[in-house]
């Protein structure tokens, strides 16, 4: 029976669901935990390879001024950003006219 079949007689007033639809809808559970586990190994990994990756870079030696130097940069450049996109959002919300006032 396909899914339209189903939703048609559930709406109609049929009050009984194939027992396969029911098995379906016990794995439907399982689905979010499946993917968390997943989502957790991925990041895990991923995390693993960065701080050998980044501690192996600082094994290698070089200038720790010049590093320090990149990285006030980068957080620089961050924080402009942040400021410029939320000047952007806040004259967009005003040029559509909304409601900035807090409660």
Request: overall charge positive; some cysteine; proline content about 4%.
């Amino acid at each position: 029976m396909a899914i339209a079949g189903v939703v048609a007689s559930c709406i109609a007033g049929a009050r009984t669901v194939p027992s396969h639809w029911l098995e379906i809808l016990k794995m439907i559970d399982w689905i979010p935990v499946v993917f968390v586990i997943f989502k957790l190994g991925m990041f895990s990994t991923c995390m693993f390879f960065a701080i050998k990756w980044h501690y192996d870079q600082g094994k290698k030696g070089g200038n720790p001024r010049a590093v320090l130097r990149a990285g006030g940069k980068v957080a620089a450049i961050f924080m402009l950003a942040l400021l410029l996109l939320g000047l952007l959002t806040f004259g967009l919300m005003r040029m559509l006219g909304l409601d900035l006032m807090f409660p």
